[in-house]
């Protein structure tokens, strides 16, 4: 056996630091991905906007500011063109497949000859053998390069967000991403766990067995893990991941994780005013939001809920019916008291409903359904289903 001190293999001697919890951490300069600065996506030159006009060709303008019209860059093409012995007036989508990557790209290490104009001017050319940039890195360097704001916003325009090719979305940089939590198989890195959904993420913590000094080290933060999960779940959040952008969440959503972290705070005498917490979410899951506003309840606070759905007013200790309307047209107290005694209530457009005396009825003929194919969401990412018209 040969044993090293340092973190290192004895194979081909790459070396990294010792682990520490910044290394963790996309917020840190110590942890967060270099090529994509810990954010997961960079804003690169797309393909699809640079090349505006695939049907036109590249005399005619099929990618914009290297037409006829920039004499410097179409000539760059036409050097391009004869090498690979292309007509620059046949349309961009019918050109090869080589032939395209290579003006996007670039030539890599194949040089071409370009004709430039001589310094000394006269119509010369100066005949000069080099790789071609390409014009994707073209743009890139000049958009990194350049000082004019005018030239920056109009190549700003070409570019949109995608997935960070070196890390691929974990926001990590690489010694970080192969440290794994776990023994065998179900070892998973810090950037697996996130993308796990909160349900899957509690089994996780739940089934994790460490042993020895590892076990002694990580217990409590284990159980607090699993505690913040389990929260997280009461209140009907499993299928959200814990890599989910909060700008992406909905308002319920929101509050939800508010109330989540709420509860594993511990705090009491605190009152807690929420706004249709219900909302979205399946009825299934009713029951654990009403579950944990009871908690809320029992360890010492109060819990005042604006709400519309039936599980949760039938729930409540104590019910308060505005009315008669909404907005301008309500505003008056009709009828308060438990949820039996509203139903009881001669005033109470609520409990009639309770009562079963009015109830909502769907409409007699449905309209026609409507297929959604390929739809993106944050959860599930692709779907296919259908939706009825409105």
């Known amino acids: 056996h040969l044993f090293n001190a340092r973190f290192a293999c004895p194979l081909c001697s790459y070396t990294i630091a010792e682990l520490e919890p910044r290394l963790f951490s996309f917020n840190s300069p110590q942890g967060a991905c270099p090529s994509c600065d810990g954010l997961g996506h960079q804003e690169v030159f797309d393909p699809a906007r640079v090349v ?210 709420q509860i594993g705070s511990g705090l009491t005498g605190v009152m807690y005013v929420l706004d249709e917490p219900s909302i979205g979410l399946h009825q299934r899951d009713n029951e654990r939001l009403v579950g944990t506003l009871r908690h809320l309840r029992d360890i010492g606070n109060s819990v005042i809920v604006v709400e519309h759905d039936e599980d949760m007013i039938r729930a409540a200790d104590h019910c308060i019916d505005m009315g008669p309307g909404a907005g301008v047209h309500g505003g008056r107290v009709l009828a308060q008291g438990t949820p039996q005694q509203l139903e009881q209530h001669p005033d109470s457009l609520t409990g009639q409903y309770l009562a079963g005396l009015k109830v909502i009825t769907g409409p007699a003929q449905r309209r026609a359904w409507r297929p959604l194919e390929g739809a993106h969401a944050p959860s599930p990412n692709v779907f296919t289903s259908r939706a009825g018209q409105t």
């Open 52 to 261: 505006a006009f695939p049907s036109l060709s590249l005399a005619s303008g099929a990618i914009k500011g290297w037409d006829r019209r920039n004499a410097y860059y179409f000539g760059l093409l036409e050097g391009v063109a004869k090498h690979y012995g292309i007509d620059l007036e046949t349309p961009f989508e019918d050109l090869p497949t080589n032939v395209r990557q290579v003006i996007l790209q670039g030539s890599g290490e194949e040089a071409i000859k370009f004709n430039y104009p001589s310094p000394g001017g006269g119509g010369r050319k100066l005949s000069r053998k080099h790789p071609f940039e390409g014009i994707l890195p073209n743009m890139t360097r000049r958009y990194r390069e350049t000082d004019s704001v005018m030239v920056r916003e109009e190549l700003a325009r070409l570019r949109s967000t995608q997935q960070c090719t070196d890390c691929g979305g974990a926001r990590l940089r690489r010694e970080a991403r192969h440290v794994r939590l776990g023994e065998g198989t179900s070892a998973l890195g810090l950037h697996e766990i996130s993308q796990l959904t909160l349900r899957e993420g509690w089994d996780y913590f739940k089934a994790l067995r460490l042993q020895g000094a590892k076990a002694d080290i990580a217990a409590r933060v284990v159980q607090e893990v699993s505690a913040r999960l389990k929260f997280l779940n009461d209140v009907g959040l499993n299928y959200l991941t814990l890599a989910r952008s909060a700008d992406t969440l909905s308002g319920g959503e929101a509050q939800r994780i508010r109330l989540a972290s």
